[in-house]
């Protein structure tokens, strides 16, 4: 059983929304901190926002505004909403989960990945 598993993902024009969903496994019971992450063709994987154990959330300047994170605690999964799609959005998109406090950016310092899925904005 993964310890996460992306869904949701899909091809959208642009100023169109979609939800990223998560389902988390029992190896992320107790996790502190669970974020979403992106990385484009070429590019890096960049932080894109993060909610904690207390529901506190943060965001990246470039999404702040559109993307929403929540989770569903009862059900152990981790939401993005998503609005207003720029072409510029157009990476995998991973949710990510940090075992222990603090929340921070960098990737390398979460535990548990999912497998990534796929979201594509045109112009």
């Known amino acids: 059983q993964e310890p996460l598993l992306e869904s949701g993902g899909g091809s959208v024009q642009a100023g169109g929304s979609l939800r990223l969903s998560c389902a988390a496994s029992g190896y992320t019971h107790g996790t502190y901190c669970m974020a979403w992450f992106r990385q484009a063709p070429g590019k890096g994987r960049d932080w894109v926002a993060q909610i904690d154990l207390y529901a506190r959330t943060t965001y990246a300047d470039s999404v702040r505004g559109r993307f929403i994170i929540q989770k569903d605690n009862g059900q152990s999964t981790l939401y993005l909403q998503m609005a207003s799609l720029k072409p510029e959005d157009t990476a995998m998109y991973y949710c990510?989960?940090?075992?222990?406090?603090?929340?921070?950016?960098?990737?390398?310092?979460?535990?548990?990945w999912g497998q990534g899925a796929q979201v594509t904005v045109s112009s």
């Open positions: 990510a989960a940090k075992m222990s406090a603090p929340c921070n950016l960098y990737w390398a310092n979460f535990d548990y």
